[in-house]
């Protein structure tokens, strides 16, 4: 049974950080490509950060620089590092993994965690 849990999502105040983590069960996490995806009422499930198997990063238009993608095989465990969070930062981020490479369409990922809250206050 494949199971991926977010964990570190809350509320903040603009201009700190929060660091989610995805903690992947079931499958062979090494040779997975992991994205996090957002969404926010009435809008569609945005791209937001993506790695493959071997480490390498994408990441959604104008994020690059401010969140940082990570991973660590030997606990399969997913990480997002957003800094310098902002009101339209606020959403549920959901990660997922893809046994393919790496791509941006939500449609394309195989397995999806439950989702986790972010919440920027102004």
């Known amino acids: 049974q494949v199971q991926l849990v977010e964990s570190g999502g809350g509320l903040v105040q603009i201009g700190e950080s929060l660091r989610l983590s995805c903690a992947v069960s079931?499958?062979?996490?090494?040779?997975?490509?992991m994205g996090w995806f957002r969404q926010s009422p009435g809008k569609e499930r945005d791209f937001v950060a993506g790695?493959?198997?071997?480490?390498?990063?994408f990441y959604g238009d104008g994020l690059k620089g401010r969140f940082i993608i990570s991973r660590d095989n030997a606990k399969n465990t997913l990480y997002l590092q957003m800094n310098s969070l902002k009101p339209d930062d606020t959403a549920v981020y959901y990660c997922?993994?893809?046994?393919?490479?790496?791509?941006?369409?939500?449609?394309?990922?195989?397995?999806w965690g439950q989702g986790i809250q972010v919440t920027v206050s102004s």
């Open positions: 997922a993994a893809r046994d393919g490479v790496w791509t941006t369409d939500a449609s394309q990922y195989d397995y």
């Open positions: 079931g499958l062979a996490f090494s040779k997975y490509t």
């Open positions: 790695i493959s198997w071997s480490g390498n990063t």
